[in-house]
């Protein structure tokens, strides 16, 4: 089976821009969590889709926004992009298997630099 | 809200000593959790998990230990060896939860 495959890798972008990243989960996996990767702040959970519907957000502000194809596939976008936005932008796929266990496989993530 | 503390942040063992990850949590509807690992460029990998109705789980050189009265759980590694040298995220999550909440994370260092 594929991995969780993301695009683009790495993005640069200026502030007040917006952004688009994608990601494709395992294939049968109907879950897709987003994490902001920083130094020092672990991953921060964005967001998770399930069947289209996003069904938990993290603290993060509006400017953040999701959203799952009926193929299961994502995307994230950030407008207004800041110079604090800058992060490694991590997804990953889950089967939400039975007896409460939701393993994380994450995709490789896309570096995003504000300049 | 929910939230999970980890120490210590960074670790610097010598090659063949153990080390030790603790968390802790804030949500006691928490009954799931697992342990990641990050090597260096890469992405994090699913290294051992526990569920709240066990105490403690071993994998070869990694055990997995669990103080639900206490929201305590952490990571032993025994017998390090310098591929153990990674950033390791515990995390917490909840039977019906639709989020993982990692931990800051550990990098760990393992001197040869």
């Known amino acids: 089976k594929a991995g969780v495959t993301q695009t683009p890798r790495y993005l640069i972008k200026t502030r007040g821009q917006q952004v688009t990243l994608s990601c494709s989960p395992i294939s049968g996996h109907r879950s897709v969590s987003w994490y902001q990767q920083t130094p020092g702040q672990g991953l921060q959970f964005l967001f998770e889709?399930?069947?289209?519907?996003?069904?938990n957000k993290g603290n993060f502000p509006g400017r953040f926004s999701g959203r799952q194809f009926s193929n299961s596939r994502s995307e994230m976008n950030v407008s207004t992009l800041e110079l604090g936005d800058s992060a490694l932008y991590l997804c990953a796929s889950s089967q939400m298997t039975g007896l409460a266990k939701n393993i994380q496989y994450f995709g490789a993530g896309t570096r995003l630099s504000v300049l | 809200g929910e939230n999970v503390e980890q120490h210590p942040s960074t670790l610097s063992v010598q090659e063949g000593d153990s080390a030790v990850i603790k968390c802790t949590y804030s949500d006691s509807a928490s009954n799931y959790f697992p342990w990641y690992k990050q090597e260096l460029g890469k992405r994090p990998q699913l290294i051992i998990d526990?569920?709240?109705?066990?105490g403690e789980k071993k994998d070869q050189r990694i055990a997995v230990t669990l103080n639900k009265t206490a929201k305590h759980f952490s990571l032993h590694i025994t017998e390090t060896q310098p591929e153990d040298s990674a950033v390791y995220f515990c995390a917490a999550s909840k039977a019906g939860g639709f989020k993982t909440i990692f931990g800051a994370g550990t990098r760990l260092f393992v001197k040869a």
């Open positions: 889709y399930f069947s289209e519907t996003q069904r």
């Open positions: 526990i569920r709240s109705n066990v």
